[in-house]
Nanobody, 122 residues
């Protein structure tokens, strides 16, 4: 069983910064991609940023230049540094571990964290 635990959310004023962390625990052999998604009330869950084990990175257009994703493979942890926050960044942020194996040659599975609330006031 793999568990993801996010932390670092909270309330911040527009223009401020927050740093989210997500630690994966359990029996883990490898995680191909770690990603952050977000879901605002009444909206679908959208990709914010993702990073592969080889450090290939993608960002959503709305956050490019303001958010930075990074990971520590040894700790199975992914981070999201969020700067110049805007009210429209307000959402629940979810961590996802994609194409995760619990053993060599095992099946790929995806896992989600429980989410952390980020609220940006105007």
């Amino acid at each position: 069983q793999v568990q993801l635990v996010e932390s670092g959310g909270g309330l911040v004023q527009a223009g401020g910064s927050l740093r989210l962390s997500c630690a994966a625990s359990g029996t883990i052999f490898s995680i191909n991609t770690m990603a952050w998604y977000r879901q605002a009330p009444g909206k679908q869950r959208d990709l914010v940023a993702q990073i592969t084990s080889g450090d290939n990175i993608q960002y959503a257009g709305a956050v490019k230049g303001r958010f930075t994703i990074s990971r520590d493979n040894a700790k199975n942890t992914v981070y999201l540094q969020m700067d110049s926050l805007k009210p429209e960044d307000t959402a629940v942020y979810y961590c996802k571990a994609e194409r995760t194996r619990i053993k060599f040659g095992g099946l790929w599975n995806d896992y989600w964290g429980q989410g952390t609330q980020v609220t940006v006031s105007a």
